[in-house]
């Protein structure tokens, strides 16, 4: 009997002690990534506030955290990267010039159109909607401007809480890039005018293929090899922008919108400078040493 009191009793102080340990390594884990997570939106802030201080870049940035099953969703560390934790923007909210990243509202609209049954896929529309995506042609996008009316357009996206104003009549496309962003949550996670899981996936593929790759999905390559991006761009004089939702090989997602204006840029010579930006912005939030220690980006 007094065996038996003795197992017992060193059963229960084997168990009362494992459970306190791991109470403490939990504990410990969570102080770690809230310290992490301050260090890497000091950081992140820090070195957006650098490339935007001129006012020729905005940038936006929104991690959308890991893909379900993934190997970062499985790591102890996966809270450091839960959705939106690490949200930071800079000269996010100045009016720019869309140039065809105005295609991405267009796109919310007509997906909605299709859900109120005013749109249809159809051989024709296909294709050329799948240019506008890929090829950033222009000739679809401008027939359904003229044909649904900027103002109905504008109205729409009014409702959605992005940037009101992005087509006006006489005028290039206006938005900014935290409006880009909020559109993007919205395609990433199937929301609002994007959840028809068909037309989200379609929509998804096209911007996998867009053929002008030298801005996000050069930077995020380059920062982290095989990770692969879905994004759109826009072009227009000077104004260089791109628009995309990025995945990590081990499963992170993240939102990146950098505009940019000025520096002599013209076709395509800005994308260089958003493929910098992303790289370092990658490497800040997702890299071997990301919230390790302060860094001076001044």
Do not use: C
Not at 91 to 97: G, P
Not at 169 to 178: E, I, P, R
């Amino acid at each position: 009997m007094i065996a038996t009191i003795i197992i017992v009793g060193s059963l229960s102080y084997f168990f009362n002690n494992s459970y306190a340990s791991t109470i403490i390594d939990n504990f410990k884990t969570e102080q770690a990534i809230k310290k992490k997570q301050k260090i890497i939106q000091t950081n992140l802030t820090n070195y957006l506030n650098t490339v935007t201080k001129d006012g020729t870049a905005s940038v936006s940035f929104y991690n959308l955290g890991a893909e379900s099953g993934s190997a970062a969703a499985n790591s102890k560390y996966a809270k450091l990267y839960q959705t939106g934790s690490l949200e930071t923007e800079s000269n996010a909210h100045a009016v720019k010039t869309a140039a065809s990243t105005y295609k991405l509202y267009l796109t919310a609209y007509l997906m909605n159109q299709k859900a109120n049954g005013n749109f249809s896929w159809t051989t024709e529309n296909t294709d050329s909607f799948d240019k506008m995506i890929v090829n950033s042609e222009n000739d679809f996008a401008e027939t359904q401007i003229d044909k649904y009316g900027a103002s109905t357009i504008s109205t729409f996206i009014k409702k959605q809480g992005w940037y009101p104003s992005v087509f006006q009549d006489g005028q290039a496309a206006k938005t900014t890039s935290y409006s880009l962003q909020l559109l993007l949550e919205d395609l990433a996670t199937g929301k609002g005018a994007y959840e028809n899981e068909s037309d989200q996936a379609k929509i998804l593929n096209l911007m996998g293929q867009q053929i002008y790759r030298t801005g996000i999905p050069a930077g995020a390559s380059a920062a982290d090899s095989g990770t692969t991006v879905q994004d759109k761009v826009g072009f227009l004089n000077d104004t260089n922008n791109d628009a995309g939702i990025v995945t990590l090989p081990n499963g992170q997602k993240y939102i990146l919108v950098v505009m940019t204006n000025g520096h002599n840029q013209s076709g395509l010579s800005g994308f260089s400078r958003i493929a910098e930006i992303t790289k370092n912005v990658q490497k800040i939030v997702y890299g071997s040493d990301a919230g390790s220690k302060i860094e001076n980006y001044s």
